[in-house]
């Protein structure tokens, strides 16, 4: 108890971390007991218990009443909602993703850069084809493995991808992935010349990729679209149709933006 008592009320920052550490434990994990939060963020549990009353008074988490389990509500996902409704690039891009997937007969993605990531913040499901990725919007992938990633990154001057490489987490994720920064480099470069990325299952195995970046009236890169498909689905004459597809849509949306 002594020691609980130290540690109260103070210093914000780490009473701040801690409740967000909470928020991102049950995201990740779902519903958890008490014991296993206290675990995972190894924390006693009558601090675990005091974040999760408040965040329960907020109407961030619930509790179960037969498991006694906590998760989060969907207040966090109202949230998540409103920052994504601010975003104009949605409201310019999604009815050119729409018809991209609707000719293409694939899923659509638009993402965000997010320091080493991109933030997937739309998405469009194919309807003809019954198999589903895995991407959801609000998930993060690293730039590195991704065609989105790529993409944005062929727009930037090579010591800012570098110093981008140097902060990420580079891991072999397929055996595809490239973790050799030189045989990275020159993908950057073939996507410089060809003005679109390919992910050939660096990412997930069984799924490949076409990517294009967004350039806003700035000039800036901070968003990509992309197509992504089965690679039974994606073979090279197909990416060769596609290609064509995605570049076209590149254009439209960026000359729309122009227009604001």
Known sequence: MENERMESPKNPIQVSERIFHTIECLAKNGAMGLQELSNELSLNKSTVHRILNSLMCMDYVRQDPESSRYSLSFKICSLANQILSKNSMIDVARPYLKELSSVAGETVHLV???????????????????????????????????????????????????????HSSI????????????????LINETRN???????????????????????YNGKSKYAISISAPKDRMTDARICELKQLILKTKLQIEHELKAF
């Open 112 to 166: 965000q850069i997010d320091g080493v990531n991109a933030i997937y913040i739309d998405k469009v499901e194919a309807f003809k084809n019954s198999v589903r990725m895995i991407s959801m919007v609000g998930k993060s992938i690293p730039l590195y493995c991704s065609g989105v990633g790529k993409a944005m990154l062929a727009d930037l001057p090579d010591d800012k991808i570098e110093s981008i490489w140097a």
């Open 171 to 186: 891991e072999k994720l397929t055996p595809y992935t490239v973790t050799n920064y030189p045989d990275f480099l020159a």
């Open 194 to 216: 060809v003005g679109y990325a390919m992910d050939n299952e660096e990412n997930e195995l069984g799924v490949r990729c076409i990517a294009v970046s967004l350039k806003e």
